[in-house]
T-cell receptor, first 117, second 110 residues
Framework: GAVVSQHPSWVICKSGTSVKIECRSLDFQATTMFWYRQFPKKSLMLMATSNEGSKATYEQGVEKDKFLINHASLTLSTLTVTSAHPEDSSFYIC?????????????FGEGSWLTVV | GQNIDQPTEMTATEGAIVQINCTYQTSGFNGLFWYQQHAGEAPTFLSYNVLDGLEEKGRFSSFLSRSKGYSYLLLKELQMKDSASYLCAVRSNNFNKFYFGSGTKLNVKP
């Protein structure tokens, strides 16, 4: 299957600072990437849909000014958590759909654990 | 809105068969997917249904009834390594977004 890579896998940051998480499709081009958030023992919550060359589409209740998403190329999307607070601590996972694919499935990155202290 | 329901937890014995159910009510439907997720790891794709019926893939099978908003994942010849969470996901016809159920934690006992 297709490979999606996330970086960093783990990050600890101080409250009030910003942190950037990268999501790369390594062996395919992805016009659309998705960002999810997962709390311990809970399921994946879709945060936003990242579209290459245009603005991201955010799900209801997700603050677009707090979770900045940039999809600058067909292989890279970034999520920046701005002015992070302890309640932002979570597991963030990206996924990507293969360009031109009928959309049969999405491929997930390894996930990024964010801890805000 | 999206409403996807699964049982929270199930327990089964090694070598047995287990069925994990999923019911959904979504605004727009373009396929139902099952993923396996081990604790602390990203989900991995198991199966996909877009038409009614049964899809078989080795020890895993998945069934879909669109009229009933119902799917199940069937795991045969259970192995200890099958202990994981199983996520039911519906793909909408709106930008192909995926919405996930809360997941079913499966415990396989010797």
């Amino acid at each position: 299957g297709a490979v999606v890579s996330q970086h960093p896998s783990w990050v600890i940051c101080k409250s009030g600072t910003s942190v950037k998480i990268e999501c790369r499709s390594l062996d395919f081009q992805a016009t659309t990437m998705f960002w999810y958030r997962q709390f311990p023992k809970k399921s994946l919550m879709l945060m936003a849909t990242s579209n290459e060359g245009s603005k991201a589409t955010y799900e209801q209740g997700v603050e677009k000014d707090k979770f900045l998403i940039n999809h600058a190329s067909l292989t890279l999307s970034t999520l920046t958590v701005t002015s992070a607070h302890p309640e932002d601590s979570s597991f963030y996972i990206c996924s990507a759909r293969v360009q031109g694919d009928s959309g049969n499935t999405i491929y997930f990155g390894e996930g990024s654990w964010l801890t805000v202290v | 809105g999206q409403n996807i329901d699964q049982p929270t937890e199930m327990t089964a014995t090694e070598g047995a068969i287990v069925q994990i159910n999923c019911t959904y009510q979504t605004s727009g439907f373009n396929g139902l997917f099952w993923y396996q997720q081990h604790a602390g790891e990203a989900p991995t794709f198991l199966s996909y249904n877009v038409l009614d019926g049964l899809e078989e893939k080795g020890r895993f099978s998945s069934f879909l009834s669109r009229s009933k908003g119902y799917s199940y994942l069937l795991l045969k010849e259970l192995q200890m390594k099958d202990s994981a969470s199983y996520l039911c996901a519906v793909r909408s016809n709106n930008f192909n977004k995926f919405y996930f159920g809360s997941g079913t934690k499966l415990n396989v006992k010797p």
